[in-house]
């Protein structure tokens, strides 16, 4: 006989269990992603990582039969040289747009960290350990007022962000006085960036630094109670909330985390050219998001990776550099990278349809 159920009873859903993607615990309901669901998520997200790695092969391989000059240790170096920059403002990037957000300050906002380290190494005076550490946790703040306006006061990221992005803008003419700040009294600080650390290899430190922040972050993404916070509030923020998450506040360390990447980057970009540019930043951030999309992370939150993200900035710094070669116009190679993110943006909305 099948039992009767008072009016006001719940009543058991009848779909399987799952498992709450912040907790961790099992849950019952409509929004709980099944095994199923996260097993295809998971594949789809690798096969998009293998079709980024086999597009980096094949415009490598085009641009290494479409010139002589391409396809040297000397090229490739410069490559993987020309990618730290961007790779290192995309790893912080691919958090916050894992979580669903954006953030366009990113460029100008390595710009102001630039003329920051110049102001703490140069006009300060400090040693140069202090003032790198300083321009580092000067990035983490501008990325913590981002997400205190964006958690807190609940400004919509563009909004928040391209405020921001202004105020670094300014901040950065203001303190420099339009001027750049040269590091010609401190040689040790552009031999971060341009030194050999390898006896007899050239092999610029530069890209050394990014490798190690590329594995400290792909820990901190797959390892910690804040990578998989970052993945669940992208993938439903509200069901993470209910979940008893404070998601305002892993947003604010979200943001701050992508802020110590800025900072980091303004200290490899100034160490490149051996002075801090106040006017470098613009056009940065465009490429470090393409970066991100590019290398399978979703617009919409929920996924992402820091290989994919790697991937991406070495497919836009090949471009770039093959582009550049071949002596196609500045105009032309924007309008391909355009082409590009476009292709990668719809490819994410055909697996997200198959999905």
Known sequence: MTPMHEPGARQPHPRGTGRNPATGTSGTGPDQPTVTTRVKSGEAGTLQRLLAFASLIVIYAFFSFASPFFFTYGNFTAILFSTVVIGTLAIGTTFVIITGGIDLSIGTGMALCAVMSGVFIVNMDLPLVVGLVATVLFGGLMGLVNGINIAILKIPPFIATLAMMLVAEGLALVLSNSAPIYFSDDPSYTKISTGNIIPGVEFPNAV????????????????????????????????????????????????????????????????????????????????????????????????????????????????????????????????????????????????????
């Open 208 to 355: 050394l630094v990014l490798i190690v922040v590329a594995v400290i972050a792909g820990v901190l993404l797959t390892k910690t109670v804040l990578g998989r916070y970052t993945y669940s509030i992208g993938s439903n923020e509200e069901a993470t909330a209910l979940s008893g998450i404070d998601v305002r506040k892993w947003k604010i360390a979200i943001y701050a985390l992508a802020g110590l990447f800025i900072g980091l980057a303004g200290i490899m970009i100034s160490a490149r050219l051996g002075s801090a540019q106040p006017a470098t930043g613009m056009g940065y951030e465009l490429q470090a998001i393409a970066a991100v999309v590019i290398g399978g992370t979703s617009l919409s939150g929920g996924k992402g990776s820091i290989v994919g993200t790697l991937i991406g900035a070495l497919i836009i710094s090949t471009l770039n550099n093959g582009l550049q070669i071949m002596s196609i116009p500045q105009e032309w190679q924007n309008v391909i990278l355009g082409c590009v993110i476009l292709v990668a943006v719809y490819t994410d909305i055909l697996r997200k349809k198959e999905a």
